[in-house]
Structure formats: C-alpha cells, structure tokens
C-alpha cells in the first residue's frame, strides 16, 4: 500500500478560525508563551531527572520520556497553529500535512500507552514494594518503553496510511488548525464508514483500554494508601499519584471527546478547541503539575538553579 494518496492536491487551506477572526490574535499571543514556557518546563523536568542522581528511579525515568514525548508533541502542531494564527497564509504543503499526521498521531498514540506505564510503575511502588525493584529494573524499563514507542508509531503508521488513502474529489479546504486524523476522514467523500469503524476500534484499544487499567491501578493503590499507617507516608503516596492522575484527565479527557466518536459527528470547532488543549495546554501544564506536588523535583530544580548561578557567578568572578 503506497503510504500517501497519489491523486492529491498540492496543498491544504486549513481554514481555522476564519469564521471568528477576533480569536487569531489572543490565540497567537497564548500560543507564543505556552509553546516556549512549554520547552523550557519539559527540558528542566529532563535535565534534573538526568542529573539528580536521587531522581535514578523508574519513576523519574518514565517522567523524562513523558517530557521528551510533550517537548515533540507540542512541536509538532505549534509552528503551524503559529502560522495559521498568525499570518495571512492559511496554507500547508500536502507532504507537510503527511509529515505532521504521521508525527502528530504517534506522540498521542505513545503517551495514551506510556500514562498507563506510568500507572502501573505507581501500582508496583504502592502495592508491591517487595517485588518492585526485582520487576520495575533498568532493563525491564527500557523494554516497557520501547513496547510504548513501537506502539504509538504502529498506530500512527497504519492509521494515518490508510486514512492517506481516501479519495479527496478535489477537496483542499479542512475546517482546523492543523492535519490531523478525523478531520481528514471527514474532508473525505467517498465510502468512508470503513475507516470511521477501524478509527473508533483502534482508539478503544488505545485509549479506553489504558484508561481503564489506570482507574483500576489507581483503585488498588487508594486502597493500599489507606493502610498506610504514617500519615507523612500517605501524603507522599498521595502527592505523587495525584500529580499523575490529574495529568491523565487533562490528556485522555479531550483525547476521549475527539477519538470515541465517528469523525462525520464532530462538531465544527470541536478539532480545534481539542487540539489546542491536548497538543498545547497539557504539555505545558505536566512540568507545574509534576513540580508543584514533588518535593523531589522541587529540590533538584533548586539544586539545579543553584548550581547555573554559582557557575556564572564563578565566571564573571574570574573574568
């Protein structure tokens, strides 16, 4: 199966918000501070996890990848939502349009995959420390995150393949922000229930599937925090979960709205409002979220600022 549709069109007209061009320059002006805080959060999560060595935990290791996986994320729609907002070109190249749904969709695809990782990592700490270190070691971690890549990109690859294969009948015009799976399915003509079938049974294994292993890890673990008898140890079983939980709503929430339903009943605005929300306000949030409730991270980051100062103070000094 060729990988893209050869009777394309040259490019696409991603119409945004044409229809409300008074929200193209507050949605400009947001974008252009959330997408570098968005960077800077998601690298200093990295650089401490890297370099802490008290942070040389699974966890952490599961938390680098998630920054790594938003840093990628939110790059790979920003620059074009940027464009769109904020020029008079509302245009993207049909290879560039392939390019950004091949790598759109594998980022959502891997963390849909990785967020129940990381569940599960929480589940063997809280209920069964014994057995962690044995089951949760280097090379076990390693393997749990290559099975999560290979799977957001087998999903990204077949999916977007044959969504690529749909005849367009001269359509050009797609009611968003950037290129993304159901709204191409439903720029589409033709029969296309098919591929809104395969969409929907793909997106259950991928997303309703995960989520429910996260609910039922975060239940045993509600209930092993309860026996805790250490009220200091509760409250830092609590703040760690937390932290986790509230970033799988903020992500499978608007993942669920968009993916769970056949692309012929989204709404006209829903893509966009959805997109901005889980390829740019969930990556941006993840770093506060992860910092604020961790003490460990709060530390190291102090650390790490102390030691950028203290390194230039010792320059200046010398110079």
């Known amino acids: 199966m060729s990988l893209i549709n050869k009777s394309?069109?040259?490019?696409?007209?991603?119409?945004?918000f044409a229809d409300c061009p008074w929200l193209e320059l507050p949605l400009f002006i947001i974008l252009l501070v959330t997408y570098p805080t968005a960077m800077i959060g998601n690298i200093a999560i990295i650089l401490v996890s890297t370099l802490d060595p008290r942070l040389h935990s699974p966890m952490y290791f599961f938390l680098s990848n998630l920054s790594f996986l938003d840093m990628c994320y939110t790059t790979s729609i920003v620059p074009q939502m940027l464009t769109n907002l904020g020029g008079s070109t509302k245009t993207i190249s049909y290879m560039k349009c392939v390019v950004q749904l091949y790598f759109f969709h594998t980022m959502g695809g891997t963390e849909c995959v990785l967020l129940a990782v990381m569940s599960f990592d929480r589940y063997?700490?809280?209920?069964?420390?014994?057995?962690?270190?044995?089951i949760m070691n280097q090379r076990n971690c390693l393997l749990l995150v290559s099975t999560v890549w290979l799977t957001g990109i087998s999903y990204a690859v077949s999916e977007a393949t044959v969504t690529l294969q749909l005849p367009l009948c001269g359509h050009n015009k797609m009611d968003h922000l950037v290129c993304e799976i159901p709204v191409l399915i439903k720029t589409a003509c033709g029969e296309k229930e098919t591929n809104e079938l395969v969409l929907s049974v793909v997106c259950i294994f991928l997303l309703a599937v995960p989520l429910c292993l996260i609910l039922a890890s975060y239940a045993c673990i509600g209930h092993a925090v309860f026996k805790i008898k250490s009220s200091e140890g509760r409250k830092k079983a609590f703040g760690t979960c937390s932290s986790h939980l509230v970033v799988v709503l903020l992500f499978y929430g608007p993942a669920i709205s968009m993916y769970l339903q056949p692309p012929s009943s989204i709404t006209k605005d829903q893509p966009k409002f959805m997109a901005l929300f889980y390829g740019v306000v969930t990556p941006t949030l993840n770093p506060f979220i992860y910092t604020l409730r961790n003490k460990d991270v709060k530390g190291a980051l102090g650390n790490l600022f102390r030691n950028i100062f203290m390194s230039k103070?010792?320059?200046?000094?010398a110079i």
């Open 8 to 16: 394309h069109p040259e490019e696409f007209v991603l119409l945004g």
């Open 313 to 317: 103070g010792m320059l200046v000094h």
């Open 124 to 134: 063997m700490a809280i209920c069964r420390p014994l057995h962690y270190t044995l």
